[in-house]
């Protein structure tokens, strides 16, 4: 299915990345490395809780490689090159080689008014590109990698507005940023 993308000033759906990074603002030491290995039990709570409530979830065939199931009462696009070579999950997980733009369109087409990006680095990277990220919220968790997979990509300079800060769990900080468009 495939539905005219909106222009950034006409669209309807707000996007925002939500992500656990290092101190030193790393996705993961590794590509491949499950965030549940180094994350706080808070995080994962609340990351699932506000997925829920957008009801639809964008992230890379890489970051879905470490979960590899379906959402439950979520929506998930996985992109990939090649979705064609992806083993069907249901109809709660499509497999798409869409752009950012057009998976924006089709998700507002199917109702939704949020989507939760969730990684990777690359992911990220195209969703700003695309100037579609509206919001973001960091959960920055105790641990420096020193090394590692970064938030975005090279990009274009991104300007933020700080919204709000608050303790998630017992070691880890929740940053909340508005994307200055």
Not at 38 to 67: H, L, N, P
Not at 113 to 122: D, F, N, R, V
Not at 140 to 159: A, I, W
Request: hydrophobic share 40%; with cysteine; glycine share 8%.
């Amino acid at each position: 299915m495939r539905v005219e993308a909106r222009t950034h000033e006409n669209r309807l759906m707000k996007v925002i990345l939500y992500a656990a990074v290092s101190v030193d603002g790393k996705l993961a030491e590794a590509t491949g490395q499950v965030s549940t290995d180094w994350t706080s039990e808070a995080d994962y709570k609340w990351f699932v809780a506000q997925t829920k409530v957008c009801g639809v979830v964008a992230m890379g065939r890489k970051t879905f490689s470490t979960i590899s199931r379906p959402l439950k009462d979520r929506l998930l696009y996985v992109m990939t090159r090649s979705p064609e070579s992806c083993e069907p999950m249901g109809d709660s997980v499509i497999f798409t080689s869409m752009t950012p733009e057009e998976i924006v369109a089709d998700a507002e087409a199917r109702g939704y008014k949020t989507l939760a990006l969730a990684g990777g680095s690359e992911i990220h990277t195209l969703f700003f590109e695309a100037g579609l990220v509206d919001e973001i919220y960091l959960t920055v968790e105790p641990v420096l990698f020193g090394h590692g997979v970064p938030l975005t990509g090279e990009q274009s300079r991104v300007n933020l507005e700080l919204i709000d800060t608050e303790r998630l769990g017992e070691q880890a900080v929740l940053l909340h940023y508005r994307v200055k468009k």
